[in-house]
């Protein structure tokens, strides 16, 4: 049982409304976690407004959701591990490069490889990457940008990923589907 109401637009404080009728829009439900930050409207309106920011950046939506995927296994977070499994799916990522993501064993494809062991250093010693490993990064083809781009990814998940474990959300059945490959992508 959880400290937090799970909100719908009917309950949620004033200024919520609008912004789960916008988050409804986008993913065509409204996701548990989205339903819990209600209670800030101010929260889930910045939290909606970093994933329209970070679906922006140079990264390919594989790539994108690569970090956000990889963050959340590094965090625990069943929640997004499996929303993350599913949008992975929808950019039409493969089962393979999907569980190797999650089981942190190496990648068929060498750039996403070091895309993955880049946003694991980058969380794992909380920004303190060494020179040597940044260069690493670069030297397979992302650029200084992309260094922040995914600096940006590991926010945005640092504060889903914390929220629900507050929170206590559960995937929704929409997200268990996708990551299930039960939805067409």
């Known amino acids: 049982m959880s400290l937090f109401t799970q909100h719908t637009d009917k309950t949620a404080p004033k200024g919520a409304a609008d912004v789960l009728a ?3 829009e986008r993913y065509g439900f409204i996701p548990n976690l989205a339903a819990f930050l209600a209670e800030s409207p101010l929260v889930l309106d910045a939290t909606l407004n970093l994933v329209g920011a970070f679906d922006k950046t140079s990264l390919t939506p594989q790539e994108q959701q690569l970090v956000l995927l990889t963050v959340s296994a590094l965090n625990g977070c069943n929640y997004c591990r499996t929303a993350h499994t599913g949008l992975g799916r929808m950019a039409k990522m493969n089962d393979a490069t999907l569980k ?3 089981a942190f064993e190496p990648l068929p494809d060498r750039k996403l490889n ?4 880049f946003t694991r250093k980058v969380v794992e010693e909380r920004g303190w990457v060494n020179e040597d490993a940044v260069r690493v990064f670069l030297n397979s083809g992302y650029t200084k ?28 059945p929409e997200f268990i589907a996708m990551a299930e490959g039960k939805v067409a992508a």
């Open 100 to 102: 190797a993501i999650i």
């Open 22 to 24: 916008k988050t409804k």
């Open 145 to 172: 940008a992309q260094v922040f781009e995914v600096v940006m990814g590991v926010a945005m998940k640092t504060l889903t990923n914390y929220s629900n474990h507050l929170a206590g959300a559960v995937p929704n």
């Open 114 to 117: 070091v895309l993955r062991d």
